[in-house]
């Protein structure tokens, strides 16, 4: 399973990238504004971000239309050629994917929350394909169970082209853990989680041990 940074701060995408670890990164208009974003800067923003990660990075259109989205999706993908297109599931969101597609766009097609949608989106020709599992924990439902079945149902077909499944909204080393047993291709983690799936007490605890013994080694 590869790791994709969920997060529009460069601070923490410079800091992940300089682990070798990351693999891409997703952004979205909610984590744009959250680090308070502004709207004349979002396409120089998503350039700085492609400059610094060596792999995909989702940007996301807002618009509703489908030649809205289509004519988003061509500008976003011109800023840099690693720059793939983050659109919702809707069937506008379908038809502008397939516009893309046919284009050589790469789709991220985003908010999937169940084995149809995510087919839908493959078949659309989506490159991939974002389940979220904590909002789905959040309405009381099973996040990481709806994953299991979409990799299962996406990994059973030939869609003619490659189709990736994200693990999206991911909030802990469990969902991380449990993406990986289940088959993910990719996770993308918010930098604390990402900084939570390295840490362990034992490993800090026989840290702390070595570093003790070595010292008693260059007093003796
Ligand atoms: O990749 C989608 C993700 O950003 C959503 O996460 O925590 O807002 O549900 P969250």
């Not at 789709?107 to 789905?136: E, K, W």
Request: aromatic share 6%; glycine share 8%.
């Amino acid at each position: 399973m590869k790791f994709f940074l969920d997060t529009a701060d460069l601070d923490e995408i410079r800091e992940a990238a300089s682990w070798g670890v990351i693999a891409g990164v997703t952004t979205n208009p909610s984590l744009y504004a959250k680090i308070g974003g502004k709207l004349a800067d979002f396409e120089d923003h998503i350039k700085r971000i492609c400059a610094v990660v060596d792999g995909p990075v989702s940007a996301e259109t807002t618009a509703m239309t489908r030649d809205q989205i289509v004519a988003d999706g061509r500008r976003l993908h011109a800023l840099a050629p690693n720059v793939v297109v983050k659109v919702p599931v809707m069937p506008e969101g379908l038809a502008a994917t397939r516009q893309l597609a046919e284009e050589g766009i790469p789709v991220n097609m985003t908010l999937v929350f169940s084995v149809p949608q995510a087919i839908l989106a493959a078949r659309a020709g989506a490159r991939y394909v974002s389940p979220f599992i904590g909002r789905f924990d959040d309405i009381s439902e099973d996040g990481l169970n709806q994953l299991s079945d979409i990799v299962d149902a996406v990994k059973g077909y030939d869609f003619g082209h490659e189709v990736e499944v994200i693990a999206a909204s991911v909030r802990s080393p469990h969902h991380v853990a449990q993406a990986a047993l289940m088959g993910a291709d990719i996770a993308t983690v918010p930098f604390g989680v990402l900084g939570k799936c390295v840490q362990h007490p034992l490993t800090d605890r026989g840290l702390e041990r070595f570093l003790a013994d070595w010292k008693k080694v260059e007093q003796a």
